[in-house]
T-cell receptor
Framework: DAGVIQSPRHEVTEMGQEVTLRCKPI?????LFWYRQTMMRGLELLIY????????DSGMPEDRFSAKMPNASFSTLKIQPSEPRDSAVYFC????????????FGPGTRLTVL | AQSVAQPEDQVNVAEGNPLTVKCTYS??????LFWYVQYPNRGLQFLLK??????LVKGSYGFEAEFNKSQTSFHLKKPSALVSDSALYFC??????????FGAGTILRVKS
């Protein structure tokens, strides 16, 4: 199994631009999580899906952030417009019912907003 | 709400010495507890979990953790530290819906 796949691995953009991060979960997993990691705030859960349906988006910082999961094998996290304070590493993770919450993380996308 | 606390920002240990990374939890009901490790520029990797049963849980890379209900602790341990164990370690507690609540993380530095 290839594990959780994220793209791009690095993204540098200018303030005001739209940014789209992509995630392919492990096949057969029915949960998908988006996290953000910064030095200041640590690891934050932004949103998670179960069977492609958003369950909890209380961690999404602002309306500038949106996430979708159109099918079981693909999810996007979009920031529009981006701001320098959005600079962080964004992780996607997936898990399956019955594993008591054990999550498998992707390698992350390092976002830099200039 | 479920929560975990990692009281140490950083733990320093000499190679070959035993290591302990501390975690305490606060939950309603029976806890599902986890340890993850993050190496530089990598995603988090699962080390071990406690669901039920034996209080001593063995995991990857020679790590183990002891669940202590009376002290509400789940400390990560290894008998003999390696320089390659240097990383960021996260304790987590399971919530509904496969959600995990993570601690702030503890940096482990193993010096040769």
């Amino acid at each position: 199994d290839a594990g959780v796949i994220q793209s791009p691995r690095h993204e540098v953009t200018e303030m005001g631009q739209e940014v789209t991060l992509r995630c392919k979960p492990i096949s057969g997993h029915d949960y998908l999580f988006w996290y953000r990691q910064t030095m200041m705030r640590g690891l934050e859960l932004l949103i998670y899906f179960n069977n492609n349906v958003p369950i909890d988006d209380s961690g999404m910082p602002e309306d500038r952030f949106s996430a979708k999961m159109p099918n079981a094998s693909f999810s996007t996290l979009k920031i529009q417009p981006s701001e320098p304070r959005d600079s962080a590493v964004y992780f996607c993770a997936s898990s399956s019912t019955g594993r008591h919450g054990e999550q498998f993380f992707g390698p992350g996308t390092r976002l830099t907003v200039l | 709400a479920q929560s975990v606390a990692q009281p140490e920002d950083q733990v320093n240990v000499a190679e070959g010495n035993p290591l302990t990374v501390k975690c305490t939890y606060s939950v309603s009901g029976n806890p599902y507890l986890f340890w993850y490790v993050q190496y530089p520029n990598r995603g988090l990797q699962f080390l071990l979990k406690y669901i039920t049963g034996d209080n001593l849980v063995k995991g990857s890379y020679g790590f183990e953790a002891e669940f202590n209900k009376s002290q509400t602790s789940f400390h990560l341990k290894k008998p003999s530290a390696l320089v390659s164990d240097s990383a960021l370690y996260f304790c987590a507690v399971g919530e509904y819906g496969n959600k995990l609540v993570f601690g702030a993380g503890t940096i482990l530095r193993v010096k040769s």
